[in-house]
């Protein structure tokens, strides 16, 4: 029997189609937004990508009308949103500014936002991390009185209420008990608050001639560890003043102003509530004599304390983000981590509390 003779014609179709398609596979997967046109291209994604397309393009502006119609009828976006995408771009503002508000701002802020002029410094406050719409007047009128400002300071500074009136303005704390609490002017220590882990300091570590010094357990530990590694340094110094309640504060502060003057006073002495001694966290230094910023005391501290997790506190440089005139002699337990981050930044308590800590709860 004579053998059915292959189909040749119907092999020879079918591997010209299997190499069409092999070689068109990629070329069309590749150049998929080339190839079909760009409404088509974005009907299935979001809209800040339809953004992303139309500004990749360089779309005149009849075109994004058309591309945002276009949602508009496939229901990918409403009018509304098609609106204020529409007026963000005539404001002159990029991609950026447009995919922030719509995403972050309601509709009330989004109107306010448009009846305000071009601003060129708002496409640098939406890069900062802490940058909030709710706040943008604040920023705008501390932007104006503090011109040396690069925008983020201007965001982080307004973070820390500086625009506000200290003490008047004041928060109280949340979380005394937390080892990296920030207090100063603007945050209070509540009243009756005590930590509950003082410590009394060795008379080694601490000058207890006029009353018994205490501090926290964790920060008294590596407060001795401190001290003996100086020690081996040649280099020493003790606790004149640690922890200090309310009560005790307030006696302090009472006495800076009969003797020098409300004013005078509150350049150097907190008043209760306002001081980081209450947090059994700070030490005030002394080596027989004051610390100061030329002693080797000072040095030593600069280069090791946060290895003990220890910071100082209080620069001449900090000055206007503290609220405090330099403090060569006080220290601060943050523990290690913060304190090595701290120290490598050279950032103020205040900053790094902001960016890192507060920001992260
Ligand atoms: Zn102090």
Not at 3 to 15: C, E, F, G, S, V
Not at 44 to 73: A, G, P, Q
Not at 199 to 210: E, G
Not at 298 to 309: E, R, T, V
Request: hydrophobic share 35%; with cysteine; net charge positive.
């Amino acid at each position: 029997m004579k053998k059915k003779k292959p189909n040749y014609k119907l092999r020879r179709q079918m591997a010209k189609i299997i190499l069409i398609v092999i070689v068109l596979t990629p070329i069309i997967f590749i150049n998929k937004t080339k190839i079909f046109n760009a409404p088509l291209y974005i009907t299935n994604i979001k809209y800040s990508k339809v953004i992303d397309s139309m500004f990749e393009v360089d779309y005149n502006k009849e075109k994004i009308k058309d591309t945002l119609n276009y949602l508009k009828e496939k229901k990918k976006i409403n009018s509304n949103t098609a609106n204020y995408i529409l007026k963000i771009h005539n404001l002159g503002y990029s991609n950026n500014v447009i995919d922030y508000i719509i995403r972050n701002l309601n509709k009330k802020q989004i109107t306010d936002f448009l009846a305000r002029k071009y601003n060129k410094d708002f496409e640098e406050y939406i890069k900062s991390n802490l940058f909030l719409y709710k706040k943008y007047d604040r920023y705008l009128a501390y932007q104006k009185n503090h011109k040396k400002l690069d925008i983020d300071d201007v965001v982080t500074q307004i973070e820390l209420n500086l625009d506000k009136t200290y003490y008047d303005d004041s928060v109280l704390i949340k979380n005394p008990d937390s080892i990296d609490t920030l207090a100063n002017k603007y945050l209070e220590i509540p009243e009756d608050y005590e930590p509950s882990d003082l410590v009394d300091m060795d008379d080694d570590y601490a000058n207890n001639m006029y009353g018994q010094k205490k501090l926290r357990k964790e920060a008294y530990d590596k407060f001795v560890e401190m001290c003996e590694a100086s020690r081996k340094d040649g280099v020493n110094f003790y606790a004149e003043s640690a922890y200090r309640s309310y009560d005790y504060q307030n006696t302090i502060y009472k006495n800076y102003v009969r003797e020098h003057g409300q004013e005078e006073a509150d350049k150097f002495a907190a008043k209760p509530g306002f001081s980081e001694h209450e947090l059994g966290l700070s030490i005030d230094l002394a080596n027989i004599w004051t610390i100061t910023t030329k002693g080797e005391e000072y040095k030593w501290l600069s280069k090791n304390a946060y290895k003990y997790g220890y910071i100082i506190r209080y620069k001449e440089e900090w000055e206007d983000i503290t609220g405090y005139a330099a403090e060569a002699w006080h220290i601060r337990y943050v523990g290690i981590k913060n304190a090595t981050m701290i120290h490598k930044k050279n950032i103020t308590y205040e900053e790094y509390y902001i960016k890192y800590i507060a920001n992260k709860k």
